[in-house]
T-cell receptor, first 116, second 116 residues
Framework: GNSVTQMEGPVTLSEEAFLTINCTYT??????LFWYVQYPGEGLQLLLK?????DKGSNKGFEATYRKETTSFHLEKGSVQVSDSAVYFC???????????????FGKGTKLSVKP | NAGVTQTPKFQVLKTGQSMTLQCAQD?????MYWYRQDPGMGLRLIYY???????DKGEVPNGYNVSRLNKREFSLRLESAAPSQTSVYFC???????????????FGPGTRLTVL
């Protein structure tokens, strides 16, 4: 079945460091891919998305490129801030439109802590 | 625009007690979802409702029931709570996805449930 694997955390970085969180997926068809962020005590918020191969999603300085050849959607940011401390979830939406249309499959999450 | 709201925010139950978690959205979305979040497990889908009048099981439906009361509201019921149901529960909603449109889900703030 479809699945998402993301790097285990926690990840601890100093402010202004470069961030990469790896995400790979297994899916049939052509899924849409997402990164969600969860700040402490809150629900998940969409950070960025890509719906087809070679698309780049970007938001708030974060970027991820949909790589079909490597089945990856790695999250990157050039210079992290303390306010980026959160849990990041990679997710895919299945590309078929049967009974499970719209359902997301999530990775286990990666906790990021940024120190001043 | 409140987005997705959930009540209660916190709840403590004794084993065998029942309760209903409430969820409402004001975005006129067709699809609604219930997830549970456990440490190291990411988010797992309990039940979903692709449109008003329909509900379907997700990955972990045992011990739960749902009701899609109307287009706005989707409740989750625990008939006889067990300690294994201690978790954080999130409700989400999205547009009906009958075509390839990205499928963003909007999440509520969560209900933190402890079963003793």
């Amino acid at each position: 079945g479809n699945s998402v694997t993301q790097m285990e955390g926690p990840v601890t970085l100093s402010e202004e460091a470069f961030l990469t969180i790896n995400c790979t997926y297994t899916a049939t068809g052509y899924p849409s891919l997402f990164w969600y962020v969860q700040y402490p005590g809150e629900g998940l918020q969409l950070l960025l998305k890509a719906t087809k191969a070679d698309d780049k999603g970007s938001n708030k300085g974060f970027e991820a490129t949909y790589r079909k050849e490597t089945t990856s959607f790695h999250l990157e940011k050039g210079s992290v801030q303390v306010s980026d401390s959160a849990v990041y979830f990679c997710a895919l939406r299945e590309g078929n439109y049967g009974g499970s249309q719209g359902n997301l499959i999530f990775g286990k999450g990666t906790k990021l802590s940024v120190k001043p | 625009n409140a987005g997705v709201t959930q009540t209660p925010k916190f709840q403590v139950l004794k084993t065998g007690q029942s309760m209903t978690l409430q969820c409402a959205q004001d975005m006129n979305h067709n699809s609604m979802y219930w997830y549970r979040q456990d440490p190291g497990m990411g988010l797992r889908l309990i039940y979903y409702s692709a449109s008003e009048g329909t509900t379907d099981k997700g990955e972990v439906p045992n011990g739960y029931n749902v009701s899609r009361l109307n287009k706005r509201e989707f409740s989750l019921r625990l008939e006889s709570a067990a300690p294994s149901q201690t978790s954080v529960y999130f409700c989400a909603s999205s547009e009906f996805v009958g075509k390839r449109d990205g499928g963003e889900q909007f999440f509520g703030p969560g209900t933190r449930l402890t079963v003793l």
